[in-house]
């Protein structure tokens, strides 16, 4: 039963380095999330997808890119990674929109660090 | 726009002892709220939702919180809590007329139960 999968778990960058984070879930949900955790701060929406093939931006999206090429993965890069990048992200799915009243289930987290 | 306010970033109390969790949120459009649970190194968990009816709203774990709209309040209880309880816990809205069933996140309380 592994619900919202995220890899890699742990990763350290330099500056200027790229990457990408890998969300999968196996539930079958239309939505999908990705988020940075902050001390302090909680949980901030940096984009998410309605569905395969739609993207679109959150509350903290600059110097982050998405894509939905299949409906059980959602990708998020970082093409120049900077220190203020440093951060906790989560990945999470639900079900359709708000009038679905679906909670998010949430991946495990990627503890990335920018030196 | 909606935003979330948690009173105590950290609340320290002792086993079997009752707790009290608050939470305030603003909005311009109705709400539906969320208490969510992280243990360390843990994505968060779902302990209840306000969807709507009844303002009392029981979760797993033994908690409940209660919704109250003239105070734009959601404050999360429980009369007992044992050691296992110890997490970070986040109150979460999300307006019920944007899709994307998008939360806002609040910076979270660390609950600390000691012996």
């Known amino acids: 039963n592994a619900g919202v999968t995220q890899t890699p778990k742990f990763r350290v960058l330099k500056t200027g380095q790229s990457m990408t984070l890998l969300c999968a879930q196996d539930m079958n949900h239309e939505y999908m999330y990705w988020y940075r955790q902050d001390p302090g701060m909680g949980l901030r929406l940096i984009h998410y997808s309605v569905g395969e093939g739609t993207t679109a931006k959150g509350e903290v999206p600059d110097g982050y890119n998405v894509s939905r090429l299949k409906k059980q993965n959602f990708l998020l890069g970082l093409e120049s990674a900077a220190p203020s990048q440093t951060s906790v992200y989560f990945c999470?799915?639900?079900?359709?929109?708000?009038?679905?009243?679906?909670?998010?289930?949430f991946g495990d987290g990627t503890r990335l660090s920018i030196l | 726009a909606q935003s979330v306010t948690q009173l105590d970033s950290q609340v320290p109390v002792f086993e079997e002892a009752p707790v009290e969790l608050r939470c305030n949120y603003s909005?311009?459009?109705?709400?539906?709220l969320f208490w969510y649970v992280q243990y360390p190194n843990q994505g968060l968990q779902l302990l209840l939702k306000y969807l709507s009816g009844s303002t009392l709203v029981k979760g797993i774990n033994g908690f409940e919180a209660e919704f109250n709209k003239s105070q734009t309040s959601f404050h999360l209880r429980k009369p007992s809590v044992h050691i296992s309880d110890t997490a970070e816990y986040f109150c979460a809205v999300s307006d019920q007329e944007t899709s994307g069933s998008r939360l806002t996140f609040g910076e979270g309380t660390q609950l600390t139960v000691n012996p």
């Open positions: 999470a799915s639900s079900y359709g929109g708000a009038s679905y009243h679906q909670p998010q289930h």
């Open positions: 909005s311009s459009v109705s709400v539906y």
